[in-house]
């Protein structure tokens, strides 16, 4: 046991990669381009990213490192390709679903060569995401030689051909994406500057698709250069590019109303000098006051100029007026709500002294309070 020991010792001591001829390893303080890998995860986020910093750092060569440094590297690097291939299939399904939603009109959704592409597009990262984790985990038996790669019956096969598959499924998957609601935004019943807003919203997946490219491409010198420590830094960076890439396009509907509600787009039209108006103001009129109507719980504004809002603009659509509002109610809005009220005022003659009786009777079936009517 204790010559086990010995020789394990004397193993992890060695260097991870022979040195080029004339450069003299240095095992204390490899030098390393951590700086830029802290931007970048920081930009991206990626836990394993950051633990791949402190040991042993990006872009450091390989026969700057030591056998016992390469265990907590090949466990992140194992973790890192198990949260990629878990998190970039289930981003892509939930905007394949939101998009399918938006997208799809309603009818028979089997008719729709875009819902269908986006149900194809879904099969096959859920299928092959879930391939590849089990695969990543089976790359060497037992288990645990994935990282301790010294274990005598340690067998494993080689994963170059899992990581290319991989990447090209994902390029193929962001071109496919992006192309797919092109053809359905264009055939919308919209201006066409909103459909090219609506079609550059739904075009960022060209982001992706760039990330999702580079990515193959390092993910080839990676498999192939002997020196994969060095290597691995552009690898993780396209990742977690590609990654984010994802997690953009899916909070790219929300976007526009989130800035709308909190005045930003209020505040870049202003800084560009384009005009701005205030919602329910005409277009290009003066801004006035809206009066509340007397005794109205909502507060009701009087004007008799009703308007349909569009974006940030107020359009009116017809001059309307009416004794009463309860026409303007729908059914939805009336049904088992009291509608008017009737007071009834009752004289009484002789000796009694006169007095009133109020008497409110309901009618039920109809709109707010609106009307009295006296006896």
Wanted: with cysteine; hydrophobic share 40%; glycine share 8%.
């Amino acid at each position: 046991m204790a010559s086990d020991a010995v020789t394990l010792d004397q193993l992890l001591e060695m260097p991870a990669m022979a040195a080029p001829d004339g450069i003299t390893p240095n095992f204390d303080n490899p030098p390393n381009q951590n700086g830029l890998a802290v931007g970048v995860l920081t930009l991206c986020l990626m836990y394993t990213g950051y633990a791949l910093i402190d040991e042993p750092g990006y872009f450091v060569h390989q026969y700057n490192l030591k056998m016992k440094n390469m265990i907590s590297t090949s466990y992140n690097i194992l973790l890192m390709g198990c949260f990629y291939q878990a998190v970039l299939p289930l981003l892509k399904t939930a905007i394949l679903v939101e998009w399918c939603r938006i997208l799809t009109p309603p009818g028979n959704k089997f008719k729709s060569p875009f819902w269908l592409g986006c149900a194809f597009i879904i099969f096959v990262q859920i299928s092959f995401g879930i391939a590849c984790l089990i695969l990543l985990n089976l790359q060497c038996t037992p288990h645990k030689s994935i990282w301790e790669f010294w274990l005598p019956d340690r067998k494993c096969f080689d994963l170059i051909s899992l990581q290319l598959a991989s990447g090209s499924i994902q390029l193929f998957s962001d071109v496919a994406m992006f192309l797919l609601p092109q053809k359905t935004i264009w055939e919308l019943k919209m201006s066409w500057r909103k459909r090219l807003g609506v079609s550059v919203v739904f075009g960022l997946g060209v982001l992706a698709c760039v990330s999702a490219a580079v990515r193959l491409s390092v993910t080839v010198t990676f498999g192939y250069d002997p020196d994969q420590m060095f290597a691995l830094g552009p690898l993780v960076f396209w990742v977690d590019a590609e990654s984010t890439c994802a997690f953009f396009i899916m909070c790219m509907p929300c976007l526009p109303k989130i800035l709308r509600e909190q005045g930003i787009l209020r505040k870049l039209k202003k800084a560009l000098g384009m005009r701005v108006t205030q919602s329910g103001t005409p277009y290009g009129g003066d801004s006035k006051p809206t009066k509340k109507a007397y005794g109205s719980k909502f507060g009701t504004s009087t004007s008799d100029s009703y308007r349909k809002l569009d974006e940030e603009r107020g359009v009116p659509l017809e001059e309307m007026k009416t004794e009463s509002t309860e026409r303007l109610r729908g059914p939805e809005d009336t049904e088992g709500k009291i509608m008017r009220t009737t007071q009834v005022t009752v004289q009484v003659s002789g000796d009694a002294a006169s007095h009133s009786d109020s008497d409110s009777r309901p009618q039920v079936g109809g709109g707010p309070i609106h009307n009295s009517w006296h006896r």
